[in-house]
């Protein structure tokens, strides 16, 4: 037997995106994996130390981290409460640039968590050294990550019952708007490698905010659990020169023709129902402005905007808070935005209450918000939808559509459908 002499490679030395994430699962400190729109580089955190409770999430006091929160928040608005949210600190942070490459920071608030994250990058050395390969980077792995889906009898009937339901409220004049989901199980052949679905989603839509978090055991009271999105909306930016984004996102078509060709977006024909859903959204956020009296924002749309295999209408807010003199804009409108009239409705209170006593599942972080805060200096917080829930092999997706007294019930489910399609095409590869 001849032995290698060549010594390894700085590459071959270097964790994988993999060997981390496997790190922090096995060690149950939760983490947070995203990637920004029409960006390559990912990032990568890991929270040391305490257990994960609901905070505040004050983007001008955070330190470095990432916000998930759940959408049946019980902030009241009217008290100038901010928005509660869980808060995974970047006590480890890493880059991993288009290649794969991993580029790690360590930022520990106190010498306390040293040791936490010593033994952290131990355990990571363990898992190279055990020879668990770094896989190759990308959508390209080649890895075939099997599933299928649980059938589920009563579900399209349960669903519609509610849109019709929910349709003769708006009707009699209850509320104008309420955004009703459903879930859908599947079940994979064996415990999936979140990094390989994350690259797939990522490759898939490089338009969308894609991020995997890794809640373990009692987070919430609830049992271990990794969230993974591709959501093509935007709750709250603020970007290190200070400009605030928002944007109002509604109605929905397949961005593709019935033959399967691609749809341009300036082809796409949307109807008074769709027009009029997004207005409401539209309207629901120049409210929130004129409630704090902010008149010099920029408004643009609605535009058709692809999102996938789906078409959305949007229109875009922008704000320029250093020359408003605002600089907790985006902390106030947080507060004042979720939920949106895109996963909610309007007026607010009757919305949701119609949802919490209509809807057979506990949504949880579907629809609540999610992203990075005060990383690189910018925060960007993304409504969570086209969402799962991953549980060892089970899966549960979440769908919602926004309905209007013009809601036909068997169309709604049919657009709750096309939006499980984003996360099971893109997780097919
Ligand atoms: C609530 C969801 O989508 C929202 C965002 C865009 C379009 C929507 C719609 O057409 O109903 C929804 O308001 C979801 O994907 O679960």
Known sequence: MIASSAKPTARQLAPSLSHIWQTALDTNQPAA??????????????????KLTEQPIDLDELRPGFAIG????????????????????ADLQYTIDGNGQVEPKRD???????????AFQV?????????????????????????TETTQPDAQRNFEDAVAEAVRA???????????????????????????LFDRLCAAYPAAFVSAVWLPEGTGGAPAQIWLSA??????????????????????????????????????????????????????????????????YVEEGPKTAQAGNLMHLCTQYTVDTNAVNFPQLGTVMLRLLHPTS???????????????????????????????????????????????????????????????????????WLETEMKCQTLLRGMRG
């Open 33 to 50: 994996l995203w990637r920004l729109p029409n960006q390559t580089d990912k990032r990568l955190i890991v929270h040391l130390g305490d």
């Open 231 to 296: 959501t093509p909306e935007r709750l709250v930016s603020v970007e290190a020169d200070g400009v605030f984004r928002t944007v109002a996102l509604a109605g929905t078509q397949s961005a593709y023709y019935p033959d399967g060709t691609l749809k341009r977006t300036a082809d796409a024909l949307w109807s008074q129902k769709e027009i009029e859903e997004q207005a409401l959204v539209s309207r629901y956020i120049i409210g929130c402005f004129k409630k704090i009296r902010l008149r010099e």
């Open 342 to 412: 895109a996963v909610c409705g309007m007026p607010r209170p009757e919305a949701l209450h119609f949802i919490q006593t209509h809807e057979r599942h506990d949504r949880r972080f579907y629809a609540g918000f999610a992203g990075p805060v005060n990383i690189d200096a910018a925060s960007h917080l993304f409504v969570h939808i086209r969402c799962l829930k991953l549980e060892g092999k089970t899966a549960t997706l979440y769908a919602g559509a926004g309905l209007t007294e013009d809601s036909d019930p068997q169309k709604e």
């Open 123 to 147: 355990r990571v050395r363990a898992a190279m050294q055990a020879g668990q390969e770094p896989r190759p980077s990308g959508a390209g792995s080649l890895s075939a990550i099997e599933f």
């Open 170 to 196: 708006m009707q009699a004049g209850k509320f104008w708007k309420v955004v009703i989901s459903r879930t859908k199980t599947i079940e994979f052949a064996e415990q999936p490698d979140v990094t390989i």
């Open 70 to 89: 759940l959408f049946d928040n019980p902030t009241d608005p009217n008290r100038e409460e901010m928005a509660k949210a869980f808060y995974l600190h």
């Open 108 to 118: 520990v608030p106190t010498a306390s968590l040293n040791p936490l994250a010593d």
